[in-house]
């Protein structure tokens, strides 16, 4: 069992940071999200290429 762990460290680490950085941007949207904000540039409505298409008017 040790010599699988030692044998796959690097891919169980590269994982183990991968999945981190997964959480800790879907709490960061979950948040803004929550809070209101735009999960896009935070420019507001006047400044987006996209207002005309876009839903919130």
């Known amino acids: ?9 690097a891919t169980i680490l590269i994982s183990a940071v991968l ?12 948040k803004k999200k929550k809070a209101g904000k735009s999960a ?3 420019y507001g409505c006047s ?3 996209n207002s005309s ?5």
Do not use: P, Y
């Open 19 to 30: 999945f981190t950085a997964l959480v800790l941007i879907s709490a960061n949207l979950i």
């Open 1 to 9: 069992m040790l010599s699988l762990l030692i044998e796959n460290l």
């Open 40 to 42: 896009g540039c935070g």
């Open 53 to 57: 298409v876009c839903g919130r008017h």
């Open 47 to 49: 400044g987006c290429s």
